[in-house]
Each structure stands twice: as C-alpha cells, then as structure tokens.
C-alpha cells in the first residue's frame, strides 16, 4: 500500500518569496503531523491535525508559517516570506488515529527546503 | 518545557559489536516512549515502543529498549550490530497530557557500524 508523499522532493526559493509544501497521508489516517528537521536543531514539531482541525499549533515558529488540511486527507504547509533560517526538511507523518498518544507515526520522505 | 536528551551524537562500532544509545526525558507523568530510525536515503520508520507494562520491549531488526521510570531514561540496545544497521536513531516522547500524538524527539545519534 502507498506509504504518506510529500511533494516537493526539493525546493529551492529566494527570500522573501511564499511556498507550499504538500503532504498526502496514508489512507484512513485520521491524524496527520508536521516536523522540521534541521542541523542543530533536530526534529521539531510544528503542527498536528485531527481531521481538518488543529488543535496543536504550539511548533509554527512564527506567523509566517500556517497549515491547513481539506478532506480529513491532503495537507498543506504554507511559509510566507521565507527566510534563510526556514532552510530545513519538513517532514509529515500520519496515523491512524490520534487520541492515546501510542500510534505508530508514518513519515513521509520530507521535502528539503533552501531559502537563498 | 519537555526535552528529551540523547548523550552521543556519533556512535562508531565495528561489526559484532554491542550497542547501548542512551535517551533521557524531562517530564513527570506518563509518557509514550518510542524509537525510530532513518537508514541512509529512507524514511523515518519505527524500532519499538513503549507504553506500559514489561519495561523491556523489543523491536524489529534485533533491537531492544529498556524504559527505567526512576531514571527517566529509555536506552537502546542491541548485543550485536550489523554494518546494515549504519543509520540515524531518534529517541521520542509522547506525554499523555498533551492531546494527541505530539512527539518530542531527541537530536539524534548517528551509528556507523564498520564492516
């Protein structure tokens, strides 16, 4: 069975401009989690949803970095203005559901962002 | 704020030889413990968990992890590595009074197993 995408692989963009990362979970996967991970700062927890809604945005680093998910499915995270310290791999991560905090997360292959 | 520590960046091994990552949280309460590990050019994917009851579980590829409340800490063994187990290993936590899955992941080590 398909495992979560992520799409772009790579982007590389110059500052100041706006991206969109796109995260296909795996299907039935009612929960759905965003990480950054970066050198010298490991993995990050940015956001997570439940459905569409989500209710831990305690991770977004700032307000140029928003998420949304359409259809208890696909996911998008969106950074405005990039700047260079936005250079990272984001990686997504779906399971199957998401109350007991014991679901096995499924990481995506990230997609590598370079702000120059 | 929670944290979790992994002492060794970079772990080298010859074949054969017995490994022990260390992993230690900063949380009072209940936690879900986890271990994963990215294969050079793969995905993060799961060794093992930990919930609740034997504090020894084991996971894929001969790997185990012992969870000692007492000692907050959550160590990664296995008696014989193989060079196929070069790879970075992430230590997680999951604290049940979050809501939902949130993980706080550790830095990281990287073993490299020489053949």
């Known amino acids: 069975g398909a495992g979560v995408s992520q799409s772009p692989s790579n982007k590389v963009t110059e500052k100041g401009k706006d991206v969109e990362l796109r995260c296909d979970p795996i299907s039935g996967h009612t929960a759905l989690y965003w990480y950054r991970q970066s050198l010298g700062q490991g993995l990050e927890f940015l956001i997570y949803?439940?459905?569409?809604?989500?209710?831990?945005k305690s991770g977004l680093p700032s307000d140029r970095f928003s998420a949304e998910r359409t259809g208890g499915s696909v996911s998008t995270l969106t950074i405005q203005r990039t700047q260079q310290e936005d250079s990272a791999v984001y990686l997504c991560?779906?399971?199957?559901?998401?109350?007991?905090?014991?679901?096995?997360?499924?990481f995506g292959p990230g997609t590598r962002l370079l702000v120059l | 704020a929670q944290s979790v520590s992994q002492h060794n960046h970079h772990v080298i091994l010859s074949e054969a030889a017995s490994l022990e990552l260390g992993c230690n949280y900063s949380y009072g309460g209940t936690v879900n413990l986890f271990w994963y590990v990215q294969y050079p050019g793969q995905h993060l994917q799961l060794l093992l968990k930990y919930f609740s009851g034997d504090p020894l579980v084991k996971g894929i590829k001969g790997f185990e992890a012992e969870f000692i409340k007492s000692k907050f800490s959550f160590n990664l063994r296995k008696p014989s590595v193989q060079w196929s187990d070069t790879a970075e290993y992430f230590c997680a936590v999951n604290a049940l009074g979050n809501q939902g899955g949130k993980l706080i992941f550790g830095q990281g080590t990287e073993l490299s197993v020489k053949p």
């Open positions: 949803f439940q459905g569409n809604s989500a209710p831990d």
């Open positions: 991560a779906s399971s199957l559901h998401y109350l007991t905090g014991q679901e096995t997360q499924y």
